[in-house]
């Protein structure tokens, strides 16, 4: 697994610790790896039985398995040309982290999203002891994630309406 530099996190209101605990590395490096809106291997953050929660639960949105959660990664790093995230705070207990952040991102079709989320990381062990995610409950901005998803729907229709109507010429 890659490992970032705790400072290689961008955050101006949250510090990481000089000396991270293997579980908050985990939930850093998993981060970074979001952030570059990188399709490769999530899995190799999640234990076999890993669990991904988006709430609230009016999203509507099913629980989702480790290959389940990668292959929605893969179509969310399809609608996002730019993803940032600001870390606000960190709170590490023995099992568990529970970050809140800010997601600002750009969607291919120019949707905007400025959006908080609270993510709480629950662990459990591999084979060799290392911290592995078993579950991430993730809690957003209902409202701005359905304004962007929609807004991102509604411009991609339009830009293919543009398309076919040039087309028809």
């Not at 991270?20 to 490769?40: I, K, M, Q, Y």
């Not at 988006?54 to 990668?70: A, D, I, T, V």
């Not at 409202?143 to 543009?162: G, Y």
Request: aromatic fraction near 12%; glycine fraction near 4%.
């Amino acid at each position: 697994m890659p490992t970032a530099h705790p400072h290689s996190v961008k955050s101006t209101i949250w510090h990481p610790p000089a000396h991270p605990s293997a579980s908050l590395l985990l939930v850093l490096n998993f981060l970074a790896h979001l952030e570059r809106l990188d399709t490769g291997s999530l899995q190799m953050y999640m234990h076999p039985s890993f669990e991904h929660w988006y709430l609230p639960k009016s999203l509507n949105r099913p629980r989702l398995n480790g290959k389940q959660y990668e292959e929605y990664w893969g179509y969310l790093c399809k609608v996002y040309e730019t993803f940032a995230i600001e870390i606000h705070s960190v709170i590490e207990a023995a099992e568990a982290i529970v970050v809140h952040l800010t997601i600002i991102a750009d969607s291919t079709t120019g949707a905007h999203l400025i959006g908080e989320n609270t993510m709480t990381f629950r662990f459990a062990q591999d084979d060799w002891g290392l911290p592995q995610f078993i579950t991430m409950e993730q809690f957003v901005d209902s409202a701005k994630v359905l304004e962007f998803f929609k807004e991102h729907s509604d411009r991609e229709k339009a830009l293919k309406e543009k398309k076919r109507a040039k087309t028809m010429r």
